[in-house]
DNA sequence: CTTTAGCACTCAGGAAACGGGAGTGCTAAG
DNA sequence: CTTAGCACTCCCGTTTCCTGAGTGCTAAAG
C-alpha cells in the first residue's frame, strides 16, 4: 500500500525525531515537528496505520513509536533530504586529504580517523581487495649477508622485505634474480607462483643457497596477505558514547567483531553499487551487525580496484549527514587515487543505492 | 615500619583475594585463603594495622578492605610470587613467533594480539623511538615517470614510496641521484637534512626537475613519523567485561586515551629499567591512567634500540602472571630482532624493576 | 468517511521504604 | 597478645508506590 503524502510527513518527522533524541516520539511530538494543522487523536489514528503496515513499533503499549527497519529504509530511500555539506567541513576535507601521507596503509588509517571525528561513529576502511599480481621485484643488496626484497603490486602498492642470510650472497647474484624473477613472475597472482616455477627459476639463475626461495617465499606471503589485508577500524570508543550501547555487553560484542578485520572484509561481499550504501539493522549478513547500521562509500583506488570506507552505528544514526560525509571523502580519494587523475563524473553528488528490502533473516 | 611476617602473608592474601574477585575482602576470607591458624578477630587487628599504615582501605565502613596503590606497590615489589609461564603457553608464544608476518609494523600488530589474548587485557606496543638515521637510499626505475623509493633506516625498518612524476625522468639519473644521496645523506637524521645539503645535492647530481627535493622530502618525512610512529594498541574491548569498567564513560575515556599514539609514545619518557617495569594506578604520570595499571617490558630492536610491549589494565591485575607474559614475549622479541642475535643474558628471567615508590600528585 | 475532544487505561522508570547480611570495631576475659 | 561475643554500620537487592507520558477507544461533530 502506498503512503499518504500525510503519512509521509509523520513518517519522516518519527524517523529524524528517534534519530535527534533517541526516544519513542509520541503524537505530540509529531505535531510539533511537522508542523501539520491536524490533532494529535488524528496522528495517533495515522500511527497505528503505520504500525500496521510495518514501519513503526512501540517499545510497549503506551509508549511512542519508534522506526522499525522497514521504517529506516523507506526513510533512507524516499524521505530523506539531501543534505550538503557546509563550506568549513568540505574545507576541512580537502586540507586533510592534501597532506598525504606516506604509505597507503597510513594513510587509510588517517582517513578512517577523519571519519570518525566527522560522524562521530567508529569508522572502517578497506582496501581494494581484488587479488593482486606481481609488477615487479627488485632486489637491493646491502652487504654480503643481507638485502631489501622491494616489491611493487598492481594497485601500486609497495611492499619490503629486509632479508638477513646465514650465508654469504652477491650482488651479481641477487642482479640476475632480479631479472629473472622480473621476467617470469610479472603478472602472476599467488596461486600461480608454484613450487616448479620456484625451482625452476632456481636452476636457471643457477641458485644453490636458496635465495630464490626466500624471495619467492616473500612474493607468496605478501600476495596472501595483502588480498584480505587493508581492513582497518578506529574510534571504536565512540559507541560507548551512545545510549543504544550503554550495556558494555552490547558494545563489547561489537567492537569485538569490528576488530577482526576478516569480518570487515566480509563486508566487500557487498555487491557491486553506485556511490554510497546504506545496511540496515537486520539487512546486514552478520549477526553482530544485525541491530546496527553499515554505511559504505565506495572509492577508485586506481587500476581499476575499489576500496571501501565506511561508518558503524545505532541504526537510529543521522544517514544524510553520514552519506554525504562519506561520500564527499570517498570522492576525494578517488581523486587523490584514482586512475585518470581526473574526478569521476558526478563527484560529490550523492546517489543512495541501498540494499536489497528484503531483510534477512 | 617494617611488616611482621604476618601482616605480609594477610596483605598477599587481601591483594591476591582482590585480584581474583574484585570484591574487598574480609576478615573470613583471609583466614580462609592464608590458612593462618588464628582468629578472625585476630586478622581484624592486623587489618587496622595495615589499614593505618596505608597499604589497605575500605571502600566504606564495615565492608572487606581493598589494596592502594601503595599495598599493590609492596605486594609487586616483594610479596608476588615468580609465576613460570606453562609448557604449553611457552610454547605457544614461540610458535606465534616463529612465522614472523612481513613487515616490522605488522609484527607489532600481530604481537600486541598475542599479547592481549594472553593477558585478556588491551596490548600496546612502541617501538623503539631512538631518532633514526639513514642507511642507505635506493632509487627504482619504473617508467619515466615513476619511481620507487627505498629507504633503509638504522634499526633495519625499510620504507619506501612511489612516486609518480609530471615530467620524465631517466634511468641514469636516478642511478646517479642514488649515488649522491647515499654519499652524502649517510648517518643523517632529520635535522640534519637541510635546504642548503639539498640546492647542493641538486646541482652536484645536475637535477634540474626538482627530483632530488622530493626525494629529501621523503627523507626528512620518513625520519619524522619514524621517530613517534610504531605505537600500536590492540584489544581495547576487553577493558569492558572487567567490572571495574561498567561504566561506558570511564571505559570511554581510557580507550580514547589509548587510540592517541601520541599517548603512547609519552609512556617511553619512564626511565630506563631492566626487564619489567609495572605501574600502579597513580604512580602514572597521565591522569587518564591514574586508576588502571600498565605493565611493560622492554625488548632489544637491534641497532642499539629498545622497544616496549605492554597491557593497561585495572589496579587490580594479576601482575605476577601478566609480567611473566610479557617478559617472555620481550625476550622472544629480543632474540628476533636483537643485534647479536643470541638470546641476551637471563632471557625469560623475571626481573621487575618498579617505578618509584612516590605516588605522583 | 474523516476528524476531534474526552477519558479511562497502561506501563516504564524513578523515589522511597524495607530487610538481610557481611563485615566491622570494641570490650572484656583468657 | 589473642579471642569470643556483641552491638552497630551500611551496602545492596527487592518491593512498593507513584507519577506522567502516551495510548486506544468512543462518541459527537464536520
Redesign the pocket.
Known sequence: MELTG?QKKILRAVVEGYIDTA???????VLARTGL????????????AL?KEGYLE????????VPTAKGYRLYVNELMRERELSQSEAEEINRKLQNTPAGKDKLMADVGKMATELTSYPALTISAAASATVKRVDLIYIDPNSFIIVLLLTGDTVKNKLVHLPFSSTETLLKRLSAVFNANFTGLSEEQITPELITSTERAVGDTMGVTSVVAGFLIETLMTSRDAGANVSGEANLLKLPEFQDPDKAHRLINYLSDSQNLSALTAAPDFGDVKVLIGPENAALELRDSSVVLASYDAGDGMRGLIGVVGPTRMDYSAVAAKLAYIAGGLSRLLGAGGSPPAGFGKLMIKGGDSDVQK
Chains 1, 2 share one sequence.
Open positions: 500525510r526516544e519513542p516520539i509520541g503524537s505530540h511530538t494543522t491536524c490533532s494529535s487523536a488524528t496522528i495517533r489514528n495515522e500511527l497505528v504500525d512501540q517499545p510497549h503499549t503506551s509508549a511512542g513509536r
